[in-house]
Structures are given as structure tokens and as C-alpha cells.
């Protein structure tokens, strides 16, 4: 078992815009042990997104190496990165990203029909998620059925149900209110005491403070 879980070496993202190279990250090296509670920060433009497209495998990097848990993915083709994506991280996003016309039980299984689970152990797992952050009572309602929180917490479910080595959240409690978004910052917590490797990407400073490690990144390089 490697102890980075993710490791990037001199990893640059440049996008060609017209005439020009954007250089959404600029030569970034960076380790991220198994079990860390890290944010990733800064401002809007600085390359917090790049920085989580490359990690979840979503994106591939014009130069450097990126390792997860302990795998090159670089060269890998399109079915090899889905399986990563698919088995090592869990994504979690703002805007929540469920299936509207589907039950939370069925939204939480979807990852798991990807991997080709059986249906029982496919709804076994899925309850068992659910169970975890609060909803087993809500597992048969739609999204429009929720609250806000409700479907984040439905979101986080679907990312905990593969069991992944590394679960990734996009301004997780950006659309919610402080109440709600504190509530959910507190699963993220219990979650990552149960030995999870939780990534936040966030320019929200109260929540960067809530993590023990904070990455800061400014016009596509690491500060400091």
C-alpha cells in the first residue's frame, strides 16, 4: 500500500485559447498522504479546477507525471482512466449532478452498475450508503423530493458506495446555506476519521481552515 495516495511532479496544463497558451497549471508538484483532510485553494482562475480534473482523471496533463494510489495514469487510454475514476475517487460537486428522474437508492447505485455489480449487492451497497450519511428514510424519493442538503448528502453517498481511495469535492457546500453546508462539512469530517483521503477544491477560506492542510495555488503554481 503506497503512502501518497496521489502524487503530481512537475505536472503543467496548458489550453490553447485562439493564438494563445493558458497555462491553467504552470509546473505543480505536490503529495497527498493516505488519510489527509487537504483543501485546495485560491482564487477564481488559478487552477483549483485543472488541479481536480487532473487528480479525478477527467483530464490528462500536457506534461508531468501524475500517480494515483501508487498507478502512472499517464498513457493510460479511455477505459483504463474510467476504471480509475470509477474504483479510487469518489466525485462530490456543487451543483450535486444527480439523475432527476431517478430515486436517491438508484442514483447512489449508479457507479456501481458502471463496475457491472450484481442488482442485490448493487442495492445492498447503495443502502448501506445512504445509511451512512442520514437517508436511508429518503432512499426512495427524487431529487426534486429534497432539500439541498438532502441531495448532497445523497451525492456524497454516491461517491462513498465504491469505496474509493480518494474522494474529491468541487465547492461542496457552495450552493448551500451556512447552516446546511456546516452539516455536510461535518460528514466530509467523519468520513475522512474513518481513514478516507478527502480533497476539498475551495476558495472559501472558513471551510480551507477546516481541513488540516491547505494548498494554495495562484496563477497555476503553488504559493509558498
Known sequence: MVKNVIHLEN????????????????????????????????PSGSGKSTMMNLIGCLD?????????????????????????RNSKVGFVFQQFNLL????????????LLY????????????????????????????????SGGQKQRVAIARAIVSDPTILLADEPTGALDS???????????????EGRTVVFVTHDRDLGNRCRR???????????
Open 179 to 193: 447552516k446546511t453546508g456546516n452539516q455536510i462539512m461535518q460528514l466530509f469530517e467523519e468520513l475522512n476519521a
Open 115 to 146: 463496475a457491472g455489480i450484481k442488482p442485490r449487492e448493487r442495492k445492498r451497497r447503495a443502502i448501506e450508503a445512504l445509511e451512512k450519511v442520514g437517508l436511508k428514510d429518503r432512499m426512495y424519493h427524487r431529487p426534486n423530493e429534497l
Open 11 to 42: 505536472v503543467k496544463r496548458y489550453y490553447l485559447v485562439g493564438e494563445f497558451f493558458v497555462k491553467a497549471l504552470d509546473g505543480v508538484s505536490l503529495d497527498i498522504e493516505r488519510g489527509e483532510f487537504t483543501a485546495i485553494m485560491g
Open 60 to 84: 490528462t496533463a500536457t506534461t508531468g507525471k501524475i500517480f494515483i494510489d501508487g498507478e502512472n495514469t499517464a498513457g493510460l487510454n479511455e477505459t483504463e482512466l474510467a476504471y480509475i
Open 214 to 224: 491547505q494548498i494554495h495555488l495562484r496563477d497555476g503554481k503553488i504559493e509558498g
Open 100 to 111: 432527476g428522474k431517478e430515486s436517491a437508492l438508484r442514483n447512489v447505485e449508479t457507479p
